[in-house]
């Protein structure tokens, strides 16, 4: 499997694993990196991508803050990883 199938695979797990935002749904993880199957072979180069392009920031939250130029709530921040993942998936196709 390619690198570009691998990186795409460890995404899709973690869509199966992403916290949707709403409350009730605690057995998900918040962050795109915890959500991801670390047991995939492309989990790490996927993470790498993620930490690449936040830099210099470190999370979504702190990324996100200045472009809307006001705090987000976690449902917003939620909803805007739920989307970027789903724009990464779609770049790793």
Known sequence: ????????????????????????????????????????PGAQRACDIIMRRLDPYTNMYNWLSPKINERPTSEQIQAHRRAWLELLIREFK
């Open 1 to 40: 499997m390619s690198n570009r199938k691998q990186i795409r695979k460890a995404f899709k797990s973690a869509r199966k694993n992403l916290w949707d935002g709403r409350d009730g749904d605690s057995e998900r993880h918040t962050f795109i990196c915890t959500a991801i199957d670390g047991d995939l």
